[in-house]
C-alpha cells in the first residue's frame, strides 16, 4: 500500500490501490514513521484507484499534522476522477496538487 | 489528554458482535470510540432488533435484538463495537401488535429506516431505476461530522436586505445548456456561483433537499412513453439526510461534504441558503402506502389518525405528520438545529406550514406548542423562518399565522393582488398601495419583513408564462389538465402560448419587466423564481412537479434570447440593493419623522397628491423620502400605469434642492429602460412625465 524512499531531502511516500474506511487506518501506522521529522513530502497517487470519504479524512488529517510543523506536502498524480470528487466535497481547496513528481520536486526547491 | 472511557467494553457478543448497553441520546446512530451508539425511540412496541447491513446487500450481516435491560422509558439503545462506518447499513424490526382500528401497525417482517439517519441509502443516484424485487428500499447510514467549515457560520444578513432566489438543485443546471461539469447537483450550482452573485441575489432557497424517492408514484405518461416522476420531492424519507441524488458524489456517499462545501462556498460569496423543509407529511402516505418507518416504528405517535385508526389527510399526500405530540415536536426541532448547526443553513420554508398549528385531532390551534418552540429556539434564533401560511384541509393563514414575533410568511395576498393589478384589472389600486408598503393589513405588528413578496413561484406559471398564457396547460402531466389552480390571475397579451407577433412579444417582455420592477420596489422581502430574469417557460404548465426534463429544467440559452430582461432584473436588484429607502424593518407612518418636510411615503396619481383609488382607476403613484431611510438615501418616485394608454404624470417635487432623473422606465427598449446611477438622465421637464402605456417609471432625486 505504501512504499517510502527519500530523494534528497524530500520524502516520497508512493500509495496504492483503494484507500477507503478498511485500509485508512493501516495506510495512516505505515505513512506516520516516514513522515516524522521530515519538512518536505510528495504524496504520489498515481496508483490510487478510489479514495473514500475515510480516505479522503486520512489525507487531510495527514496533511494538517505535516504542515502544523511547518512542512511542506504535495500531492502528485490525482486521476481527473478523484480531483473531481475532492472538487466536490470542498478537500481539493485544502491541497497543492502537481502532475508529477518532478514538478513538485522543482516546486520545492529541489533539483532531482 | 484523557484516558478511553472506562465504559467503553462490550459487554455481550452475538454472532461475533461485540456490543454493550448504549446511550438513550442522542437519537439515531453516533459514532461514539470503538463503535457506533444506536437510540430508537417506540412507545408502543414490545421489543426491538438491531439490523445490520453491509452496504447494498440484501441478507442482513447480523440481527442484534435488544436484551430487555437495554430499554430506558421507551428508549431502545445499544452500542456495537467494530463496525466499518463508510461500509453499514442498520434498520429495525419491531415487535408490537397489529391493531390499526387502535392506531398501530406493528410487522416484524419489515426492516425499518431510523428517523433520525443523518444518511438514507438506496436512492444514491439520482434516476437510477430501482430493483422492484427489493424487500426494502431506504437503510439508514452513518455520517461524518468533522467537515472542516474554517471560518464559516450563517450569514445573518438582516432580513429586508434580503432578495431571495427560489432554485430546484437538478432544475438548476440539469439542463446540458448550463456547461457545468457535474449537471443537476450541489455542486452544479456551485459552478454558477459567480452567476448568482452577478444577478444579485443574496439568499438561495432550494426546493425540497431531504431524502425523498424520485419514483414515488412514478408513472409513464399515456401518450408519449414519458416517465414522470416526484420530481420536486415534497416527500420526506428521511428529515436528517440530505437528498443523495443530488449529489455528484452520492454514489460514493459524500453527499453529505458535497452539499456543506456548497453551502460554505454561497456563504463566501454573500448568499445565504434557505430550505425548503415538508413537515407536514411523510412519504409513507395512508393505508395503501409503503412501510418504511415511522408506520412502522411507532404510527399512533407520528400520524395525526382518525378516531377508528385511518390516516387524516390535511396535506394532501395522505397522512398527517403529528407535528404537535411532544415526541415529534422534538423530532422536528432536533432535525432544523441539525441543518443550522451541521450544514450552517440560513433559514427554512415551511411547506403547508399551517398543519404545523393544528393538535394531535387536526384542529388548529391558537398557540401551538411547535410554532412556539421553533420561534423560541437558542439554536434557531437568529435562523428565518418562513411559513406557507395554508394547508390542503382549508386552513387560511395568510396575515393570522401564530408568529411570535419571529416568522415570516409567504405573502399569498401580494402575489394575486400585484398579478390582477399588472394585467390591467381594474379595483385593485388601493390594495396595490398597501401591497408594496409590505402589506400593514396583515402584518401590522410584525413588520413588512414578515411578507415574502412574490408573484411567481416554482407552483404555478414561471412569470413567462404568466403573460403568455390565459389557461393551464398541464397535459404533460398526463392527468388530462385537471392537476394544477385554475384561479391563475394571468393574461396572454393577446395570443394563447408561444407567439411570432412582434407586438405581442413585445408587450410580454415589458410586463415581466414591470413584474420584476414593482417586485423590487416593494417593502417585504422579494423573492424570485429561477429562470424568471431571463424568461424561462414551462409552455403553459403551471404544475411542473414531475417533469425532470426540459419542463422543469432552467435551459439557459435563453440567457443570450433574452439578454435584455437578464441585463433589466440584475440592474433592478442592484437597484434595491443601493437604495435603503425601498428596505425597511418598519412600516411607513404617512407623515414627516424627520423634519424635511415629506412625509415617509406619499401617494399620487396623474396628478401629483391626487391618487385615483376609485373603482376605474389603473394608475398609482408613489414618492419615497429618501431623508427617512435608515442610512442616507435619495428619494424615489414610482410611476405605476396599467391603462392600455400613455398618461401624463405630474411629480411631485424631488425636494432638496434636486432633481428627477429617469431609473427606470419599462416602455423604454433597452439599454433604456434602466439605468446605472451614473448614467441616469435628468428629466427635462421636472414637472411632469409620459408613462407608457402599461409600463412603470422610476425616478431618482439627485443634484444637478
Known amino acids: 500500500m505504501v512504499s517510502v524512499n527519500k530523494q534528497g531531502n524530500v520524502t516520497v511516500i508512493e500509495l496504492e490501490g483503494s484507500i477507503d474506511g478498511k485500509t485508512a487506518p493501516q495506510v495512516r501506522d505505515e505513512m506516520r514513521p516516514a513522515l516524522e521529522g521530515c519538512t518536505e513530502a510528495i504524496l504520489d497517487m498515481t496508483k490510487v484507484g478510489y479514495l473514500s470519504s475515510a480516505g479522503l479524512r486520512l489525507l487531510l488529517l495527514v496533511y494538517r499534522e505535516f504542515t502544523a510543523r511547518k512542512g511542506k506536502l504535495m500531492l502528485v498524480g490525482v486521476s481527473p476522477d478523484i480531483q473531481a470528487v475532492m472538487s466536490h466535497t470542498g478537500f481539493l481547496n485544502f491541497f497543492t496538487l502537481k502532475d508529477t513528481q518532478a514538478q513538485a520536486m522543482e516546486a520545492l526547491g529541489q533539483t532531482q | ?704
Open chain 2, 1 to 704: 489528554m484523557m484516558e478511553p472511557r472506562i465504559d467503553y467494553y462490550p459487554t455481550h457478543e452475538y454472532q461475533g458482535f461485540k456490543f454493550r448497553r448504549g446511550h438513550t441520546l442522542p437519537f439515531g446512530a453516533t459514532v461514539v470510540p470503538s463503535g457506533v451508539n444506536f437510540s430508537l425511540f417506540s412507545s408502543a412496541a414490545t421489543g426491538c432488533t438491531l439490523v445490520l447491513f453491509r452496504k447494498h446487500e440484501e441478507e442482513p450481516m447480523v440481527e442484534i435484538e435488544f436484551p430487555q435491560e437495554f430499554r430506558i422509558g421507551d428508549v431502545y439503545s445499544m452500542i456495537v463495537f467494530d463496525l466499518d462506518v463508510e461500509e453499514l447499513e442498520y434498520g429495525y424490526r419491531m415487535d408490537g401488535p397489529w391493531n390499526p382500528s387502535a392506531g398501530h401497525r406493528f410487522d416484524r417482517t419489515k426492516v425499518l429506516c431510523d428517523p433520525y439517519a443523518r444518511v438514507v441509502g438506496g436512492r444514491d443516484i439520482w434516476r437510477e431505476e430501482p430493483d422492484w424485487e427489493k424487500r426494502q428500499h431506504h437503510r439508514g447510514r452513518l455520517a461524518f461530522n468533522d467537515f472542516d467549515w474554517e471560518h464559516d457560520r450563517p450569514l445573518e444578513i438582516p432580513t429586508e436586505d434580503l432578495v431571495i432566489y427560489e432554485t430546484h438543485v437538478r432544475g438548476f443546471t440539469a439542463h446540458p445548456s448550463s456547461g457545468v461539469s457535474a449537471p443537476g447537483t450541489y455542486a452544479g450550482i456551485r459552478e454558477k456561483i459567480p452567476y448568482l452573485k452577478e444577478l444579485g441575489v443574496n439568499c438561495i432557497e432550494l426546493l425540497p433537499i431531504f431524502e425523498f424517492d424520485e419514483w414515488e408514484n412514478s408513472r409513464k405518461h399515456p401518450d408519449t412513453g414519458e416517465w414522470l416522476l416526484n420530481y420536486w420531492g415534497y416527500s420526506t424519507l428521511g428529515f436528517f439526510a440530505p437528498k443523495a441524488g443530488f449529489a455528484a458524489t452520492g454514489r460514493f456517499g459524500m453527499q453529505v461534504d458535497e452539499l456543506k462545501t456548497l453551502i460554505k462556498e454561497l456563504h463566501q460569496a454573500g448568499i445565504e441558503v434557505m430550505l425548503d423543509v415538508v413537515f407536514n407529511h411523510t412519504a409513507e402516505g395512508d393505508h395503501r402506502g409503503p412501510v418504511i418507518s415511522y408506520r412502522g416504528l411507532d404510527n399512533k405517535t407520528y400520524y395525526i389518525l382518525t378516531p377508528d385508526g385511518w390516516y387524516y389527510n390535511f396535506s394532501g399526500c395522505g397522512n398527517t405528520l403529528n407535528c404537535n405530540h411532544p415526541v415529534v415536536r422534538n423530532m422536528v426541532l432536533d432535525c432544523l438545529r441539525y441543518w443550522a448547526a451541521e450544514y450552517h443553513v440560513d433559514g427554512f420554508r415551511f411547506d403547508l406550514a399551517s398543519i404545523l398549528g393544528r393538535d394531535q385531532n387536526g384542529a388548529p390551534l391558537s398557540n401551538p406548542p411547535l410554532l412556539e418552540s421553533l420561534a423560541y429556539d437558542p439554536v434557531l434564533s437568529k435562523c428565518k423562518l418562513i411559513a406557507e401560511a395554508w394547508d390542503a384541509g382549508g386552513l387560511y393563514q395568510v396575515g393570522s399565522f401564530p408568529a411570535y414575533g419571529r416568522w415570516a410568511e409567504w405573502n399569498g395576498k401580494y402575489r394575486d393582488s400585484t398579478r390582477k393589478f399588472l394585467k390591467g384589472d381594474t379595483g385593485h389600486v388601493g390594495e396595490i398601495a398597501t401591497r408594496i408598503q409590505g402589506s400593514p393589513d396583515l402584518y401590522y405588528y410584525r413588520g413588512p419583513t414578515a411578507s415574502v413578496n412574490f408573484i411567481t413561484c416554482h407552483d404555478g406559471f414561471t412569470l413567462r408564462d404568466l403573460f403568455s398564457y390565459n389557461y393551464k396547460h398541464n397535459e404533460a402531466n398526463g392527468e388530462n389538465n385537471n392537476d394544477g389552480s385554475n384561479d391563475n390571475e394571468s393574461w396572454n397579451c393577446g395570443w394563447e402560448g408561444e407567439s411570432t407577433d412582434p407586438a405581442v412579444n413585445h408587450m410580454r417582455a415589458q410586463m415581466m419587466k414591470n413584474a420584476i420592477c414593482l417586485l423590487m420596489v416593494s417593502r417585504g422581502i422579494p423573492m424570485l423564481l429561477m429562470g424568471d430574469e431571463f424568461g424561462r417557460t414551462q409552455h403553459g404548465n403551471n404544475n411542473a412537479y414531475c417533469h425532470d426534463d426540459e419542463l422543469g429544467w432552467m435551459d439557459w440559452a435563453l440567457a443570450q434570447d433574452n439578454p435584455e430582461l437578464l441585463r433589466f432584473t440584475r440592474e433592478m436588484v442592484r437597484f434595491r440593493h443601493q437604495h435603503p429607502v425601498l428596505r425597511s424593518k418598519s412600516f411607513f407612518e404617512h407623515r414627516d419623522r424627520v423634519g424635511s418636510g415629506y412625509p415617509d411615503i406619499s401617494f399620487h396619481g396623474t396628478q401629483a397628491y391626487w391618487p385615483d383609488f376609485s373603482p376605474g382607476s389603473r394608475c398609482l403613484a408613489f414618492r419615497l423620502d429618501g431623508a427617512h431611510a435608515g442610512s442616507p438615501d435619495s428619494s424615489i418616485y414610482v410611476a405605476m400605469n396599467m391603462y392600455w394608454d400613455g398618461l401624463p404624470y405630474q411629480l411631485p417635487p424631488a425636494g432638496d434642492g434636486k432633481s428627477w432623473k429617469i431609473a427606470v422606465n419599462t416602455s423604454m427598449p433597452s439599454p433604456h429602460d434602466i439605468y446605472s446611477t451614473s448614467e441616469a438622465p435628468f428629466l427635462q421637464d421636472q414637472s411632469s412625465a409620459i408613462v407608457g402605456p402599461r409600463s412603470m417609471m422610476v425616478l431618482v432625486a439627485d443634484s444637478q
